[in-house]
Every structure is written in structure tokens, then in C-alpha cells.
């Protein structure tokens, strides 16, 4: 980020890669009558539930390190006092006590805490991982948000069958988006999930592409 008070980037555990995952499923696959395609959606669901899967074991093993380094704000890319990130994230996403939002890959949901507190908004927070799921309830009930915060144990590429369609104002990721094995999987959730006029807020690494040659 580029505003005062900015550290930067903090190096914590490295985190699996997807961008490459040769486990991608292609959105466009759909069932037809032709015996072959039927086995193939098959084959595609189920590597894509085996990424999710690793992801997910990953976090398992590695959450605690991950809080040994960030606390319970899991973000590489953060101001020194990591409240000042969330108060910005606070405006940017758009969040107040009027508003619903799905918090995709919430970690130890340490973030939709702090945002149920400070603005009331209700947050249905999802994880891959079951290590995170359970620290992130326990958390809730000590911070005394269990009833604005709901956590979900589930892969965040199907959002829309644990939360329901058009049921939020914000679908937010942070830091969590990296980890999709199929991007357009996630993003086409998202749009299910959200109301008519929701919004959809992605904080991530991003590779950026030069408009033209005098930016290369």
C-alpha cells in the first residue's frame, strides 16, 4: 500500500502456488447427453476439489506460523499498525451496519472481527482450512461477535451453496484470491452470492501489464 505509515511487505510461511495448478477446471465444461463428457466433468470436479483440499491442508499445518508472524490480520501487503489497514478496508470495501459480506479465505477471521466490531455489519466468513475454522470461532466468542459472524468451513469456489444466492452487499478477498485454483470459478460464486448492485472487493498480487510500449 501506498499510504503513510506503510510497511510493506512482511514475509511470512511460503504459501502454495495456483496460478499454475495444473488441477484448474474449466468453467465452460457442462454435462451433456454424450456419454465421454459426463466422466470428464467428473474427473475435472474432482481435481478441483483435490486443490482446494491441499490448500486447505496447508493452512492446516502452517496457521500457526502464519500467526506467529502476522497475528490474526494473515496479510503480507500491510501499514505498521495493522488497524490502519483495516480501518481503509473499512471505507474501500464499504462496510457499515447495514451491510452483509462474505469474507472469502477469512483465515482466523481476525479481519471480519475487528470489521463486525467497528461498524456492525454482518459477515458470513468462509475457510478452506479446519484448523482456521475452529481458531476463528473460538475468536469470535471472545471478541463477543458470534451473532454478526458466522464461520464456514468450506472451499470458497462454491460460496454460493454454503451462504445462498443474493444474499450479500460485499463479497470481499484478502490476500485469499492468490489461492484460487480457477479464478473464474470463484469470481462466477461471488456474482451468485452477491445482491442486485453488491459489490465485490479483491485486495491480492497482481501482475501488471504495460497499456503500450512506453510503459514496458
Partial sequence: PANPGTAGHFPGPQSPSSSQDPNRTSPNVSSTTHKGSAKKVQSLKTKSEEAAEKVGAFYD????????????????FR?????D???QQIEA????????????????????AYFAQQT???????TISQVQAEKARK???AKGVTEQVDVYHGDYHRM???????????VYFLESFGHSHDKAAALEAAWSVLKPGGKLYIKDLFLMEPLDARQS
Fill in 120 to 126: 456492525g455489519t454482518q459477515i458470513k466468513a468462509i
Fill in 79 to 83: 501499514t505498521i499498525d495493522p488497524a
Fill in 61 to 76: 499445518e502452517q496457521t500457526d506460523a502464519f500467526l506467529a508472524t502476522y497475528g490474526e490480520v494473515i496479510q503480507a
Fill in 139 to 141: 475468536n469470535q466468542a
Fill in 85 to 87: 489497514l483495516l480501518d
Fill in 160 to 170: 454460493d451453496q454454503l451462504v445462498g444466492n443474493e444474499v450479500a452487499d460485499r
Fill in 93 to 112: 470495501i464499504g462496510l457499515n451496519a447495514n451491510t452483509v459480506a462474505v469474507d472469502a479465505g477469512c483465515g482466523v477471521a481476525g479481519p471480519a
